[in-house]
């Protein structure tokens, strides 16, 4: 069978991983020169590598099976499917029996005329051409879907603890993306970390009491076993089959982010980021808990899908249990409004007593807060956001990994997985809080002079981007834009790192310049990325991965502002970001790679990297300028969104003064209108770049001066650290004083009364004890020793005595006999 | 039967004082031979031939002589005669005049006794007792073997005691053997 | 002046035995002596259980307790004698008073 093929294929790829980290952890100190030994890195790359091919195997697989509707050996396996959709999405009957629904037929072959108008894309979604002559990507979007149980941990009652798996066209996407940018950055660390390569390694950055140097042993193999975990826990969450599972993984990928950031442990900032980065986590994951209580409470499971035993649904999941009508809305219960739970035919599923069962309406709208609150954590959005910038103290290969494919990926993944389950409201919030971060971190990014930092800024406010597109209903938007996004932003961070290693650690812009002919590989792939994230094109010629998917998300932000005229905001920040990302970037590349020299001394000693961190750039540069080709009709986009949630096609419909969701056709409608302001957008802010750090044709010092307070403002992050020190920190340090002091003023003074009181107890049990107990015992031991001492005189130890003792004793016994009874 | 009562009585008082009042260890042990013999004459006088003659045999016979035994390989020349004081004497004298009257003084309580002439006469029948083996011999020996022909099935027998008895000997036997064999001095050692 | 001896002048003889038997233990140093003493008590004893024997009901019996005592006087004079001999040994004497180490 297809899926478990896929699972096996995925579980290979999955724990490959962890058994690379087993064996780096335990073994890799044992080897014969451990401090010089590439063999962990080789070990990490080999796990990861095999990982990536697998997964490629199964996506392959994938596309291959769900598009072979005429091939015989297939054919058992559809009818299963349609089966299973039949059982699922009983109101979609009509469709998924059929096996392909017309309007779904799609043909890639038509983007460069798609582009040019937008009727001639719209006809192709609806006309339903068959294209299979042209040679064209055939892919099937039917809802084919793998759910099921890997390994049962235990049962207790009711409650199963299990290890489930679910694998959808997403899952598959997400596992090759990862395992392949996982595998370009290994590679790349190789070369980047080779200087703990060593007994002695010397940390500039962290100094002891007495102003040295920090000299500590490298650290090689330890740092690849912990990016082996990463990956480990990423597919795991990946992968995950319900929501408890992913949660566990989550808190891994956190663990491990804080294990790579803060791997210069020694250097205060470095802990101190690592340590944020955590504890900024633990307040989203704090309502992902709260979220998965109210789950457990009103669902009784964690799974996502349903677990099917020989076409049987055997064990319900979440996503079948909320059932939407034909508007998209949820079921409700007509008096009370609660959200109607369903089994797995649509029919409503009942209590012991007969009653319906249902979960509160404003209860699902915190379960979908409580969950998007953990994406937003993870993901850094407004207002978690400041711990991505601060985890730039990691090694560079980390921030490439953590910004595009595991850490802040995971926010956006879990927010499109679990998107079935949210709300007309939560999805505008997730839509108002990728809007503020989108716009907040771009601000801030363009000021910004360490080019990590510009670089974290950038990853933050994409991310805002994604997650508008997820809360503007645009699921596939979002989530191609994460894909997109992930190749890019590894790829200009290992530029960036590239940069780094190559000017001996410098990472301020503003020492940089001219590193073009420095560098050029890595300038021209950096110029690709920044190309890519800037959404630069030529409409019809060519288009790189990152015009592609903004587009897609200024469209559906269109079209959502079309529905919903009072949200304006969401198109037009989003639109205006677009220029400002362009201006940013652009910046950047100018800064670092264009002009004269600012520093000599950095200049000079600037070199191209080894060829190991060279080819992982080309690799990736390659796929951040055409992995997203054809745009929504391209092969990465048709295999995202082959299982998308099935209430996206036709939109949501507002009810009362609610939203409205605009469905898929709406948005197509848009692409054009949108993806030309997006363009316009970002074509200027390219050119206000060039000209304020291409061309020397105004003093940008000047700028900044006039400008001081905006430019103070966005130095200062918007002041968010002071105003979350004001806010937390400092009513926390007052609360902890006030602790402090009744601690010491209240509890002490208890506790040493107390402890006084004992000891005068204590004194005077002392006195008892030794006058009177003591006294007693003694007195009865002296009163037997004088008994003793005055008896030992009749022990004359004379025999003849002792005679004369018994006879009197006789005697006197016999008196006393005598005198007592008479008778 | 009473001139003879009387003398042994006399004989068997008399010897005992004088063992009493004797200094030296032989002679106490030649009175003592006096006291124990008229004790045997009194047993035949009260119908015990066979107690009689084993008083003798091993009283007479056979403790005495290991007494005099004693005093030949003890007594030699200085402690044949250790005096004691005279205060001990009167002290011992005293009590033993008490203890004396003490006793006395509890004869009349005889009486209460369920008295019987000479019960032994009545109660050993002579199918049991030929006069020419004595009147008791034949019934201590079956009571000795737990058969008591002279008072029925209710008599106990003595089979056990015996017993007891014999091995009691040859415990002592080899105990005395122990205690009193050679052995090296403490000092020479 | 003379007449047939009665259970009570045997009791008589018997005390009398007793007593200076006991008096003998008493006052005698030498440990023969001594053990002539036991040798009177235990004889008096014997007198008392063979004249109850004659002339009360107690019949048989008497004369078999006595007889045991009898034999078990021999066995304790040969004990005794043992441990005089010891006590001779280890004194070189059989001063009773010398073996004082029982005094308190």
Known sequence: MVGETLQKLLMTAWLLP????????????????????????????????????????????????????????????MSQQADINHARHPHHEADSSEGAPPHEHEGADHDAEHHGSSEAGADHILTAVATEDD????????????????????????????????????????????????????LFAIGYMSDELTDEYVDHFAHKADGSHVHRPGRFYRFFAFLSLFCFAMLGLVLAGNIFQVFIFWELVGICSFLLIGFYTERKTASDAANKAFIMNRIGDFGFLIGLMVLWTYFGTFRFGDTM?????????????????EDGNFDRDELTGDVLITGTDGHVLTNEDGSNRQIPYYLLVVVGLGIFAGCVGKSAQFPLQTWLPDAMEGPTPVSALVHSATMVAAGVYLAGRFFPMFVQEVLLTIAYTGCITLFLAATIAMVATDIKKVLAYSTISQLGYMMLGIGVFGWAAGLFHLITHAFFKSLMFLCSGSVIHGCHHEQEMPKMGGLLKKMPITAITMLIGVIAI?????????????????????????????????????????????????FYMFRLWFYTFWGAPRDQHVHDHAHESPWIMTAPLLILSVFAAFCAVGGDHGYLYLLLTGDEPAHLEAGVTAVGDGITLPAIQDIVDEHTTAGTWALVAAVSGTLIAYILYGTNFVNVEEMKRQLAGVHGFLTNKWHFDELYDALFMRPAHKVAAFCAWFDGAVFDRILHGAAKATVVVSKWDRVFDENVVDGFVNLIASATQSVGTSLKVVQTGRLRQYVMFIVLGVVALFAVMFTTFPG | MSLFFTIFALAACLGAVAV????????????????LGSVAGLFFLADADFI??????????????????GIMLTASGPYMKIPASPGETVVAGLIGVMFLSMVFSTLPASKEWKQSPNYIAETVTPEFADSSEGNTLRPLGFALLGVRPDVGQDGAGYLLPFEIASVHLLVVLIGAAYLARAKRRQDNA | ????????????????????????????????????????????????????SRYTTLGLDGQIFSLF????????????????????????TVDVDRGNKLKG
């Open chain 1, 309 to 325: 035993v020989d076409n049987e649904v055997v064990d319900q999941g979440l996503f079948s249990m909320v059932h939407r009508a």
């Open chain 1, 18 to 77: 962890l058994l690379g980290f087993v064996v780096e952890i335990f073994f890799g100190f044992w080897s014969k020169n451990p401090r010089h030994s590439k063999a962990a890195a080789w070990t990490a790359v080999g796990c990861i590598g095999a990982g990536f091919l697998c997964s490629l195997t199964a996506l392959v697989m994938w596309g291959t099976a769900s598009n072979a509707f005429d091939d015989g050996d297939a054919e058992g396996w």
């Open chain 2, 20 to 35: 009493v009042i004797s200094q030296s260890v032989v002679r106490m042990a030649f009175w003592l031979i006096v006291s």
């Open chain 1, 534 to 582: 800037s959404g630069l094109a030529i409409p019809g010629v060519i288009a790189f991965s990152g015009y592609h998917s903004k587009d897609a998300i200024v469209a559906s932000a269109l079209a959502f502002k079309n529905a919903n005229s009072a949200h304006f905001l969401l198109f037009f920040i989003p639109l205006l970001t677009a220029g400002i990302t362009a």
């Open chain 3, 69 to 92: 005592v009898i034999v078990l006087a021999a066995a304790e004079a040969a004990v005794a004698l043992a441990i005089v001999l010891n006590f001779y040994n280890n004194h070189l």
């Open chain 2, 52 to 69: 009689g003659a084993a008083q003798l045999l091993i009283y007479v016979g056979g403790t005495l002589v290991l007494l005099v035994f």
């Open chain 3, 1 to 52: 002046m003379l007449h047939d001896p009665d259970l009570n002048s045997y009791l008589f003889i018997g005390a009398v035995l007793f007593v200076c038997g006991v008096i003998c233990m008493a006052t005698k140093r030498n440990a023969i002596g001594v053990l002539m003493g036991v040798e009177l008590v235990l004889n008096g004893a014997n007198v008392n259980f063979v004249a109850f």
């Open chain 1, 135 to 186: 040679g064209g990507p055939k892919l099937e979007r039917g809802q084919t879907v793998y759910s099921g149980t890997i390994y049962t941990l235990g049962v207790f009652g009711s409650l199963e603890l299990t290890l489930d798996y679910y694998i959808d066209s997403l899952t598959l996407v997400m596992f090759t993306m990862v395992t392949l940018i996982a595998t370009c950055i290994h």
